[in-house]
């Protein structure tokens, strides 16, 4: 069965500061999707970055990267220099290629960045 | 931006009434998603439907039907409400013809069942 755990439940950091969300997960088949979402203060979800299973190079866009390693199971969302903006709940989901359709998300991470 | 749209946006009503969650989506997507949102446990998957007609049940389906008449919207049913059910719920469409591809939102529906 597949399973994603966010063990950062609240993260505070300063303004500036880098910041690293963890995301691990579980799975048996060989073939799967990984996914971040970001949800700010008004609710709505927003699609982040999706990563194949066979696809292990890291990815960079602006501030933002990701990390992803196989070998532990990790697919770790790192926002360089902070802002507030950057505050939101942020998910990480997976889906199996053997269960069709079905995204299981992790719990999320509050990410509060102060002033 | 996806083009989905969820009705009503907020909802209050009383423990064992029906209720009816709106999905509309205006680009054709085949798949169609509903999920609740609770404190502690992120997004579960409700009913998913994989073309007109067609649905399936997720991981927390109990207590919930839907139906896929049209292309274009997705409704998700409380046949007689409880206040296990009060939750954020959000739809989601597929963004291509394979149940591969990613899923975007809608705003949500935020239900509360007094």
């Known amino acids: 069965a597949q399973k994603v755990t966010q063990a950062q439940t609240e993260i505070s950091v300063v303004e500036k500061e880098d910041v690293t969300l963890d995301c691990v997960y579980e799975t048996r088949d060989t073939t799967y999707y990984l996914f971040w979402y970001k949800q700010p203060p008004s609710g709505e979800l927003v699609f ?63 990410l509060t960045v102060n002033p | 931006d996806a083009g989905i749209t969820q009705s009503p946006r907020h909802k209050v009503t009383e423990t064992g009434t029906p209720v009816t969650l709106r999905c509309h989506q205006t680009e054709n997507h085949r798949y169609m998603y509903w999920y609740r949102q609770d404190p502690g446990h992120g997004l579960r998957l409700i009913h998913y439907s994989y073309g007109v007609k067609d649905t399936d049940k997720g991981e927390v389906s109990d207590g919930y039907s839907v139906s896929r008449s049209k292309t274009e919207d997705f409704l998700l049913t409380l046949e007689s409400a409880t206040s296990s059910q009060t939750s954020v719920y959000f739809c989601a469409i597929n963004s291509g013809v394979s149940s591969r591809d990613t899923q975007y939102f809608g705003p949500g529906t935020r239900l509360t069942v007094l």
Do not use: H, M, P
């Open chain 1, 48 to 110: 982040l970055i999706r990563r194949n299973s066979f696809d292990e190079q890291n990815e960079i866009s602006g501030r933002y990267s990701w990390n992803f390693q196989k070998s532990t199971s990790s697919f770790n969302f790192t926002i360089t220099a902070s802002q507030v903006v950057d505050s939101a709940v942020y998910f990480c989901a997976l889906r199996e290629e053997t269960s069709g359709s079905r995204l299981t998300f992790g719990e999320g991470t509050q």
